[in-house]
């Protein structure tokens, strides 16, 4: 049995910054994929960010250069740094391992808003 525990979400202001993270707890075989969605009102769930085992990484065109995903095997643990944050990023963020079947985290809720 796997379970991801996802903390970090919250509400902050345009142009803030949040760090997401995901905590890979129970029968962890080894991490393979990590990946970081989010699925904002009325919207299917996107993949925004993920990263592999041997640290290659992929980012949606709509968070390049502001998002970032880190991974701490030791701990196995993932990270999503946010920064610039828009209106546009509000969603529900989901956080998916394959270890090395896959699963979802719970979800964590940002919201960007004045």
């Known amino acids: 049995q796997v379970r991801l525990v996802e903390s970090g979400g919250g509400l902050v202001q345009p142009g803030g910054s949040l760090r997401l993270s995901c905590a890979a707890e129970?029968?962890?075989?080894?991490?393979?994929?990590v990946a970081w969605y989010r699925q904002g009102p009325g919207d299917k769930r996107d993949e925004v960010a993920s990263?592999?085992?041997?640290?290659?990484?992929y980012y949606s065109d709509s968070v390049k250069g502001r998002f970032t995903i880190t991974r701490e095997d030791a701990k196995n643990t993932a990270y999503l740094q946010m920064n610039s944050l828009q209106p546009g990023d509000t969603a529900i963020y989901y956080c998916?391992?394959?270890?090395?079947?896959?699963?979802w985290g719970q979800g964590t809720q940002v919201s960007v808003s004045s």
């Open positions: 998916r391992v394959d270890a090395p079947y896959t699963h």
């Open positions: 990263i592999r085992r041997d640290g290659r990484t």
């Open positions: 129970g029968n962890i075989v080894r991490l393979d994929l």
